[in-house]
C-alpha cells in the first residue's frame, strides 16, 4: 500500500506543471542569448594592445621602417626626454586650456540654444535652420574667415573649438527635448506644476541622455579642432610641437604628440562616460 502512494506522488512531482520564471529570469534568459554577452573583465583594452602588439612585431621584424614610424620604445624614450626637460608639460597644458575654455563656451551656447527651439516654437523656427546649416559646413572650412575676423591669436583658436563643439551639444540636446513623451506634459499640466517646476522635474531629465551623447561628441570634436588650430601661428602647445618636429622630421615626437591627443581624448571621453553611468543609473540598456 505505502509503495503505491509513492509511486503516486512521484508521478504528481512530474507532472505537476512548473512555476512560470519570473520576468526579471527571463529578461535575463533574453539578454543572454539575444544581447552581446557578458561584460569582458578590461574588454575596452583589447584593441589598443592589439594595436601596441602589431606596431611593436613590426618594428622589431623591420617591416615598419624607422623613418616613417618610429618603434614604441623609442617614442617611449623620446617622451622621457620631453618629460624631463619640461617641454611635454608645457604644452599638454597650453593645449589643455584651450581645448576647456573652447569647449566651455560650445557647450554653454549649444545648451541654450537648445532649449530655446526646444521649448519654443519660435524660437526653434529661428534657430534650428541656421544651425542646420552651420552642421552642413565644415567647422575647419571656417578657419580662413575667422582668420580675417580674429586675427591668428587665441580668439580664433578658442572659437573655432567653441564652432566645433556646439553643434553637436545642440542636436542631441535639441533631440532629446522633442523626444520628450507627450504623456509627461499631460501629466505636468494636469499636477498643475509651474513652468520652472516643469521644466526642472520633466525638462531636464527627459533631455539629459541627449546632452550627455551630445557632450561626448563634444569632446571630440574639440581635440580634433585644436590639432588643426595648434598648426595656425602656435607658440606653444601639441600642435606646436608636432609641427617642429615634422620640419626637422623627427617622427618620434609626432607620435608622442598624436599619444598624448589620443590619450586626452581618451581620458575626456571616459569622465563624460563614467558622469553617464551615475546620472542616468536608473536606465536598463542592452549594455548592461
Known sequence: MSTDVTDERLSLVKTAPTAPASPAARRGRTRR????GRPIPYGRALGPVLLLAIWSGGSATGLIDARNLSAPWTVVATAGDLIADGRLQTNVWTSAERAVSGLAYGVAAGLVLALVAGLSRL?????????????????LALIPLLILWFGIGESMKVI????????PVYIHTHNGLRTID???VELAETLGLSRPRFLLHIVLPGALP????GMRFAVTA?????AVVEQVNATSGIGYMMGLARTYGQTDIIIVGLVVY??????SDGLVRLVERKVLSWRR???D
Request: hydrophobic share 55%; aromatic share 8%; glycine share 16%.
Open 33 to 36: 542569448r539575444l544581447g552581446p
Open 222 to 226: 574639440a581635440w580634433l579642432a585644436l
Open 160 to 167: 573655432t573649438i567653441a564652432l566645433s563643439a556646439f553643434v
Open 285 to 287: 540598456t542592452l549594455a
Open 262 to 267: 589620443g590619450l586626452l581624448g581618451l581620458l
Open 210 to 213: 541627449g546632452f550627455l551623447l
Open 123 to 139: 524660437g526653434e523656427g529661428v534657430i534650428d535652420g541656421p544651425v542646420q546649416i552651420k552642421r552642413g559646413i565644415p567647422t
Open 182 to 184: 507627450a504623456r509627461y
